[in-house]
C-alpha cells in the first residue's frame, strides 16, 4: 500500500468500531451493509415510479444498475492496485461478524496480511452512485437518498470492514462514476433515441 493510515482516520475508526457501539447497532449494522438490502429499496422503487410514470422509468433503472455496476467492477481495480489490509485483519480488538456471531479480536492480535481490498470501499461508492443518480433522474427526491450511502458507510466502518478514508474514498469516487455515467446518458444515449421513445423526467 502506497500510503499509511493517517492518525485521524484510526482514531475515527476505533470510536465507531470499538466505543460507539450499542446492542441497537449491533442488530441493524450488519443488515443495512447486506447488499440484498438493496432490493428492499429497488424494488419498490421501481414498482412506485413504474406505476406513477410508466414503461419510461425502466430506462431510468437500467441507468441506475449500469452505474452500481460500473462502480463495482472498476472500484476492483482501485482495491486491487491500493490493497490496503481490513482493519478487522489489522487492529487489535477490532469487533466483526463471523458466522452471524459478534467477535473481537484479542488484545495482542498482529497483522498477518500484506496486501487487502479495503480501499476503497465498494458498498460506500455503489451506493453513492446510486444515490447522486436518484438525484438526477428524479429530482424530487431531493436530498433524501443520500441518507443511504451515510447509513451503508458508517456500517462498514461498525463492522470493522472499512476505515473511515475507505468510505470517503468509495463515496467521492461513486459521485464520479454516477456523474460520469449521467452525462454520457444525458448527451449521448437519450438525444439517439427515437422521438417516439423519447424518455423524459
Not at 14 to 19: A, G, H, K, P, R
Not at 76 to 83: A, E, H, L, Q
Not at 135 to 153: E, F, H, T
Not at 154 to 174: F, M, N
Request: charge should be positive.
Amino acid at each position: 500500500m502506497f500510503f499509511q493510515t493517517p492518525a485521524l482516520d484510526l482514531k475515527l475508526f476505533l470510536l465507531i468500531n470499538q466505543q460507539w457501539r450499542c446492542g441497537l447497532f449491533d442488530f441493524i449494522m450488519p443488515i443495512i451493509s447486506e447488499p440484498l438490502a438493496l432490493l428492499f429499496i429497488i424494488v419498490p422503487g421501481l414498482a412506485y415510479a413504474l406505476f406513477k410514470g410508466g414503461k419510461r422509468q425502466l430506462a431510468f433503472f437500467a441507468v441506475l444498475i449500469v452505474g452500481m455496476a460500473i462502480s463495482d467492477f472498476t472500484g476492483n481495480f482501485i482495491k486491487d492496485s491500493v490493497g490496503r489490509v481490513r482493519p478487522l485483519n489489522a487492529i487489535a480488538e477490532t469487533y466483526l461478524q463471523e458466522d452471524g456471531e459478534w467477535t473481537q479480536r484479542p488484545a495482542d492480535y498482529v497483522q498477518t496480511k500484506e496486501k487487502g481490498t479495503s480501499f476503497t470501499s465498494n458498498h460506500s461508492s455503489n451506493t453513492m452512485c446510486l444515490a447522486v443518480l436518484a438525484m438526477l433522474i428524479w429530482p424530487a427526491l431531493k436530498r433524501w437518498p443520500l441518507l443511504l450511502p451515510l447509513l451503508v458507510g458508517y456500517s462498514r466502518i461498525y463492522l470493522g470492514k472499512h476505515y473511515p478514508t475507505d468510505v470517503l474514498g468509495g463515496w467521492l469516487y461513486g459521485a464520479v462514476v454516477a456523474l460520469a455515467v449521467w452525462t454520457i446518458w444525458e448527451y449521448a444515449v437519450r438525444p439517439r433515441l427515437p422521438e417516439k421513445s423519447s424518455l423524459r423526467r
